[in-house]
Structures are given as C-alpha cells and as structure tokens.
C-alpha cells in the first residue's frame, strides 16, 4: 500500500489550520442551539430548516463546498498518493465482485466514482455540491449523478453497494444517527456498505473512529456480529491514518469471509446473514486512518 509522506508545513500553513478550526469551532457551538429549535416538537427525521447544511453538518456545510469546488480537485486528489491508496483499498474489499445498484454518498468529482463504475449497471452518485457532480457526470458518463442533501434528501430505491467515503464524520450527532438508519434500511438482502474515514481533526463534527463505533451499534441492534477489529497508525498525511470501511449486509443471505488485515485499517467482519456496517472506508485530510472490511461473495 502507498504511504504518503509527511508534508513540511510552513508557519503560514499553521496559522490556516488554526484559523479553520477556529472557524469551524464557532461554527459547530453556534450551531447547537439552532438544532434544538430546529427539532422542537417535531420527529428527528424531520426537523425544521432541513436545507440549512450549515446547522447539520456545521463549518463543512453546502456553502463551503461549493467555494471550495470553484475550481476543480480542491483537495488535490489527483496528486495524493494517501488518496490513491484509499481508493486502492475501497476497491481491493469488493473483490471484483460485481453489483446490482451502488450508491455513492460524497461523490465529490468522481474519483471512486469511476472505480466503481466497472462494477456496476447502474451506479448513482450523489453530493452536497453541484459543480463537483457536473464535474463527476462529465467524467463517468455511465453513471447517474444527482446533487442532494443527505441524509435529508436520500435517493429512491435499494442498493446492493452503498460506499462512504470521507463524508460521514461531517454529519452531527443526531443527523449522523438518522442518516445510518437511513442508509442500512437501503440496502437489500446480502448488500454490503462500505465507509472509509480519515482519523485526523479538520475541523469536521464528527470524527472516524465516532463513525465507525456508531456504524459497529447500528449493527449491533439489528443483530450484527463484529467479527475482526484492528487498526494502525502512521498512514497518510501527518501519519494519522484512515478510518477503515464498514460493510452490512442483511441477516439470511451472506456467507462471511475472513477479512484481509492491512496496515493502517480496522477490518469489521459482519457474520452469515447480517445487516449493518462492513467493508468500506473514509479518509480525509490529515493522515491517520481506520478501515472495515468485509468478503460477502
């Protein structure tokens, strides 16, 4: 696996990080009081204000994207040997597996997106931002690519691949709680859901290994068995590592398979007939990094 090196940051590069965690710190404590009104008296599937993604994934809203996709690979993906690593990874779990109907949550500018698409008739990809998903559908033409606000605005239908990638630690608390529920209830019988995640702090609401842990409890309550868990540091930008990808699939239809340890990654194994996290993995932009992984074939 490709291990980046750790990048000599420059006084002018800290004082960014400290201003951006500053700002996303405002960000999020500025937030907390709007949700509660928000949810006052209403169910937690349907608050108030659902399109203010500012209140639901605060400091990493829809405005944030849109100005950072003002010109394209903001995030330098192209030249990231951390991220090509990830995607190696991603792909590595599906074992040349092929599927049905694959949901991307994150798509961002395609790049998994054009990975998975030899594995799928029908692949939909779906982001908070409208020019990365132009840029996507430009660069995956086989693909169907929708700009939505998730977990509010969750496609139609039932997946047999659900992959996420570097998007659910953006979600808060409750809004991560719904979109998990959200996200298992669409996968069918035998379906696999994989998240990767990046350890580091960026200023997001949440952070990998509170994904994973709550990817491990939905799983749990609906009957899942963890079967493997491991994870190692020092992979990525500041050594930080990925939050390695979580598969699920529905109780009565899969046969589990061991799952292949790498450096770097937590390997999740969600036994015969399961449905809940398994097999995916997000990273993001500091360097440590947590993996699931799960063979269903």
Known sequence: MAESRPVRRTPIDHARRVARLSLSGGAR??????????????????????????LWQPGWGRRTHDRLYRSPDPYSIGLSAYEQQKYGTVMDALAGRRFDRVLEVGCGEGDLSVRLAGHTAALLGADICSAAVERAAARVPSGTFVRRTLPHEMPEGDFDLIVCSD??????????????TALLDRLRPGGM????????AFGQAGTADRV?????????????????????????????GPASPSSSTPR???????ARSRASQSAHVVPEGSAGPGGGAVAGPSGRSRQVDVDLS
């Not at 709007?34 to 608050?47: K, W």
């Not at 842990?213 to 540091?233: C, I, K, S, Y």
Request: proline share 5%.
């Open 252 to 258: 009565s239809r899969c046969r589990p398979r061991a």
């Open 193 to 200: 859901l994989l998240a990767y995640h990046y350890r580091g």
């Open 29 to 54: 404590a500025a937030a907390v009081p709007v949700r509660g009104l928000a949810r006052l008296g209403r169910d937690v599937h349907d608050p108030r204000w659902t399109g203010q993604t500012w």
């Open 167 to 180: 998007v659910l630690y953006y979600w808060e608390t409750v809004t991560l709680r719904v979109g998990l």
């Open 212 to 240: 994973h842990e709550a990817l491990v409890a939905a799983a749990t309550a609906r009957g899942l068995t963890v079967r493997a868990h491991e994870t190692v540091d020092g992979v990525g930008p500041d050594g930080a």
